[in-house]
Nanobody, 128 residues
Framework: QVQLVESGGGSVQAGGSLRLSCVVS????????MAWFRQAPGKEREGVAT??????????WYPSSVEGRATISQDAAKNTLYLQINNLKPEDTAMYYC???????????????????WGQGTQVTVSS
């Protein structure tokens, strides 16, 4: 059983930065995909960043809405996934979720349905 627990959300002003953390427990196979999604009120959940669980495969994906401002990374020793977002904008306000998929194809599909494990979310609020 895989469990994901996020932390690090909060309220920041536009232009600020946040680093979100997700502690991962359970068996994650090397072919798995780890991701961050977000959901703003009244909007669909969208993928923010993905990477292979295998740290030796240094490949990441980002949508255009955050590319250049977001960085996904992991610390295998701490079983923790991170999301750093810089130059935050009010439109980044959302609940942020950590997710895991057992198939690597999920890393470039960004399809919510491809991810079988989800955390409870951490709220990020950006004020102008």
């Amino acid at each position: 059983q895989v469990q994901l627990v996020e932390s690090g959300g909060g309220s920041v002003q536009a232009g600020g930065s946040l680093r979100l953390s997700c502690v991962v427990s359970g068996d994650i196979n090397s072919g798995a995909c780890m991701a961050w999604f977000r959901q703003a009120p009244g909007k669909e959940r969208e993928g923010v960043a993905t990477m292979y669980a295998n740290k030796d495969l240094r490949r990441t994906w980002y949508p255009s809405s955050v590319e250049g401002r977001a960085t996904i990374s992991q610390d295998a020793a701490k079983n923790t996934l991170y999301l750093q977002i810089n130059n935050l904008k009010p439109e980044d306000t959302a609940m942020y979720y950590c997710a895991a998929a057992f198939k690597s194809v999920a890393c470039y599909s960004f399809r919510e349905a491809d991810f079988g494990y989800w955390g409870q979310g951490t709220q990020v609020t950006v004020s102008s």
